[in-house]
Protein backbone atom coordinates (compact mmCIF):
# COMPACT_ATOMS: atom_id res chain seq x y z
CA UNK A 1 0.00 0.00 0.00
CA UNK A 2 1.23 3.57 -0.91
CA UNK A 3 1.91 6.00 1.82
CA UNK A 4 0.18 9.24 1.16
CA UNK A 5 2.85 11.55 2.25
CA UNK A 6 5.38 9.73 0.18
CA UNK A 7 3.61 9.77 -2.86
CA UNK A 8 2.16 13.37 -2.48
CA UNK A 9 5.84 14.38 -1.85
CA UNK A 10 7.38 12.97 -4.72
CA UNK A 11 4.60 13.54 -7.08
CA UNK A 12 5.91 17.04 -8.77
CA UNK A 13 3.18 17.54 -11.51
CA UNK A 14 -0.49 16.98 -10.37
CA UNK A 15 -4.38 17.52 -12.01
CA UNK A 16 -7.42 18.31 -10.38
CA UNK A 17 -10.24 17.07 -11.30
CA UNK A 18 -13.41 19.25 -10.02
CA UNK A 19 -12.33 22.79 -10.20
CA UNK A 20 -14.78 25.18 -9.73
CA UNK A 21 -16.76 28.76 -9.72
CA UNK A 22 -16.54 28.52 -5.97
CA UNK A 23 -13.17 29.71 -4.44
CA UNK A 24 -13.59 28.03 -0.93
CA UNK A 25 -14.30 24.42 -3.10
CA UNK A 26 -12.04 21.65 -1.67
CA UNK A 27 -10.65 21.38 -5.48
CA UNK A 28 -9.90 24.47 -5.44
CA UNK A 29 -8.65 24.47 -1.85
CA UNK A 30 -6.72 21.62 -3.28
CA UNK A 31 -5.21 23.43 -6.24
CA UNK A 32 -3.87 26.15 -4.10
CA UNK A 33 -2.35 23.49 -1.51
CA UNK A 34 -0.49 21.80 -4.56
CA UNK A 35 1.44 25.38 -5.55
CA UNK A 36 1.88 26.52 -1.38
CA UNK A 37 4.01 23.00 -2.01
CA UNK A 38 5.85 24.46 -4.91
CA UNK A 39 4.25 22.02 -7.56
CA UNK A 40 2.81 22.08 -10.82
CA UNK A 41 -1.26 21.83 -10.53
CA UNK A 42 -3.20 21.35 -13.85
CA UNK A 43 -6.86 22.23 -12.90
CA UNK A 44 -9.33 20.46 -14.98
CA UNK A 45 -12.98 21.09 -15.69
CA UNK A 46 -14.55 21.27 -19.79
CA UNK A 47 -16.62 24.15 -18.60
CA UNK A 48 -13.77 26.60 -18.09
CA UNK A 49 -11.23 28.19 -19.45
CA UNK A 50 -10.03 30.13 -16.87
CA UNK A 51 -10.65 30.28 -12.95
CA UNK A 52 -8.80 32.78 -10.24
CA UNK A 53 -6.11 33.46 -12.98
CA UNK A 54 -5.25 30.16 -13.49
CA UNK A 55 -5.75 28.11 -17.00
CA UNK A 56 -8.23 25.49 -16.77
CA UNK A 57 -7.75 22.29 -18.67
CA UNK A 58 -10.83 20.59 -20.26
CA UNK A 59 -8.96 17.41 -20.30
CA UNK A 60 -6.26 15.42 -18.56
CA UNK A 61 -4.60 14.96 -22.06
CA UNK A 62 -4.69 18.73 -22.66
CA UNK A 63 -2.29 19.35 -19.88
CA UNK A 64 1.11 20.73 -21.13
CA UNK A 65 2.14 17.70 -19.88
CA UNK A 66 1.37 14.49 -18.30
CA UNK A 67 0.48 14.63 -14.38
CA UNK A 68 2.33 12.45 -12.09
CA UNK A 69 -1.10 12.31 -9.98
CA UNK A 70 -4.82 12.96 -10.92
CA UNK A 71 -6.41 14.05 -7.57
CA UNK A 72 -10.49 13.11 -7.98
CA UNK A 73 -12.66 16.22 -6.20
CA UNK A 74 -15.96 14.99 -8.62
CA UNK A 75 -18.92 12.32 -7.85
CA UNK A 76 -17.36 8.90 -8.24
CA UNK A 77 -20.25 8.77 -11.24
CA UNK A 78 -17.98 11.16 -12.93
CA UNK A 79 -14.91 10.00 -12.02
CA UNK A 80 -15.11 6.66 -13.00
CA UNK A 81 -14.93 7.63 -16.60
CA UNK A 82 -11.73 9.07 -16.52
CA UNK A 83 -10.03 5.79 -15.43
CA UNK A 84 -9.56 4.57 -18.72
CA UNK A 85 -7.64 7.69 -19.81
CA UNK A 86 -5.12 7.85 -16.98
CA UNK A 87 -4.27 4.34 -17.38
CA UNK A 88 -3.69 4.98 -21.27
CA UNK A 89 -1.75 8.38 -20.20
CA UNK A 90 0.53 5.94 -18.42
CA UNK A 91 -0.46 7.53 -15.16
CA UNK A 92 -0.13 5.22 -12.21
CA UNK A 93 -1.55 6.57 -9.05
CA UNK A 94 -4.72 8.27 -8.41
CA UNK A 95 -5.84 10.06 -5.03
CA UNK A 96 -9.80 9.89 -3.52
CA UNK A 97 -10.88 12.72 -2.10
CA UNK A 98 -13.29 11.85 0.81
CA UNK A 99 -16.70 11.54 -0.84
CA UNK A 100 -15.07 10.91 -4.04
CA UNK A 101 -15.06 6.33 -3.86
CA UNK A 102 -17.76 4.46 -4.79
CA UNK A 103 -16.93 0.47 -5.20
CA UNK A 104 -17.50 0.69 -8.72
CA UNK A 105 -14.71 3.60 -8.96
CA UNK A 106 -12.34 1.54 -6.73
CA UNK A 107 -13.27 -2.32 -9.25
CA UNK A 108 -12.66 -0.57 -12.04
CA UNK A 109 -9.25 1.51 -10.86
CA UNK A 110 -7.93 -2.54 -9.37
CA UNK A 111 -9.06 -4.05 -13.01
CA UNK A 112 -6.73 -1.60 -14.35
CA UNK A 113 -4.03 -2.20 -11.77
CA UNK A 114 -3.78 1.91 -10.58
CA UNK A 115 -3.11 2.52 -7.31
CA UNK A 116 -5.17 4.14 -5.49
CA UNK A 117 -5.11 6.97 -2.37
CA UNK A 118 -7.68 7.13 -0.44
CA UNK A 119 -7.13 10.67 1.94
CA UNK A 120 -7.73 14.31 1.60
CA UNK A 121 -5.14 16.45 -0.08
CA UNK A 122 -5.70 19.10 2.31
CA UNK A 123 -4.42 16.97 5.38
CA UNK A 124 -1.22 15.13 3.78
CA UNK A 125 -0.10 18.32 2.77
CA UNK A 126 0.55 19.33 5.93
CA UNK A 127 3.42 17.56 6.68
CA UNK A 128 4.89 17.83 3.78
Do not use: F, M, R
Given at each position: MLD?????SESQT???????KDHESYANKIVRKIKALKK????INPKYDELFGDV?????????STPDLVVFVVNPTIGINYLENIK???????WLQPGTISIELLDEAKRLDLNVIEACVLVVGNYI
Open positions: PKTVLIAVLGVNTAYPVYESIEKCPELGIKTI
